[in-house]
């Protein structure tokens, strides 16, 4: 892939209004999904679209992505829970957000990130590590349906896999005032993209940002066979 073809995506994005802050595009502009895929899928990687990451999984088409990060309304310092790290180049984009580079470390947040997949967990390690990210994304190998309680509570959380249901334990454990991005819905069928806001009362708040189509999120809380 050429550099070009990325920033001439990434403008289109713009274009489009799908984009819309400076700082989310600068995240999706600094990060090209190149980094994250083998050889064989470089020529693909500009073209807005899901591609195949093996074993019946996707890493999420930039527009896709774009919506996602927006929606999440990320910040420098943010503690993010990603669900679904697939290749790893979501949560990239996501740290460019929340431990950028020119920031101190002492305002950097971090991304948690699961993967339910161990060899999708591995090579997801591989390249969080071989694009720099190493000491700002940390990828953990397990169920992340049911989040990650070790480092709870979060700012953000984002779900990348299609669930049944906003998931409990996700929910319990986002910070009051924080924000959970997540497609809810039939896994065969079409979602609806979901961003939560967890309310004072523990209670959560649902806008719907249209409809999505996900692989389903699978585990404890995920789509039951
Ligand atoms: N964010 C990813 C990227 O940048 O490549 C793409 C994610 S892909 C659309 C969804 C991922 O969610 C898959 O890799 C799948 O194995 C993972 N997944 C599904 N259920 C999960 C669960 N319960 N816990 C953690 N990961 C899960």
Redesign the pocket.
Known sequence: MQKADWDKLIDNLEKQGILRSPKVALAMRTVP?SK?LPSELQSYSAQDT?LS?G??????APHM?SIMNEALQLAVGHKVL????????????IAELVTPKDEPRSEWGHVY?????PV?ADQ?KKNIRNAGYGDRVTIIN?????GYPEKAPYDRV?V??AAPEVPQPLLDQLKIGGLMVIPVGKAELFQNLLRVTKEADGGAKRENLGGVA?????????VKP
Not at 113 to 117: N, Q, V
Not at 142 to 146: F, I, N, P, V
């Open positions: 999904r994250f899901p990451i074993l019946g999984q996707t890493v999420s992505v990603e669900v679904g790290a697939g290749c790893g180049w979501h949560a990239a984009t990130t699961t993967e339910i997949i999708l997801a397990t169920d992340g349906s049911q984002v990348t896999a996900f692989v389903p999120l699978t585990g404890e809380f995920g």
